[in-house]
């Protein structure tokens, strides 16, 4: 039971893998702690809500609907911060 809830939500965390092992290869890659961070935060925030939505919601077509707006919500926050596509504050624009 433990194992199950350790899992999931923390599952997203080793997509921080990939731009680790890119910065050992190549300059295009940058990323300073707070970068890590910030991506970790918003990986298990994620995370967490996509367990909550398979927990909690028992209609396979609704538990999809769910799981794919807690997915465009992540990407946009991703490439708001990224990039600045809407240029708001919160991107640091």
Not at 26 to 38: A, C, G, K, N, P
Not at 52 to 71: A, E, G, N, T
Not at 72 to 89: C, D, H, K, N, Q
Request: charged share 15%; proline share 5%.
């Amino acid at each position: 039971m433990i194992k199950k809830i350790f899992y999931l939500p923390f599952a997203p965390l080793l997509l921080l893998l990939f731009p680790l092992v890119a910065m050992q290869f190549t300059d295009q890659v940058r990323w300073s702690l707070f970068d890590f961070v910030i991506m970790g935060i918003l990986l298990l925030i994620t995370g967490f809500w996509t367990k909550k939505v398979i927990d909690r919601v028992k209609s396979f077509p609704k538990r999809v609907i769910f799981i794919s707006l807690v997915i465009l919500l992540f990407l946009l926050i991703w490439a708001e911060l990224a990039v600045g596509i809407f240029g708001s504050p919160f991107a640091g624009s």
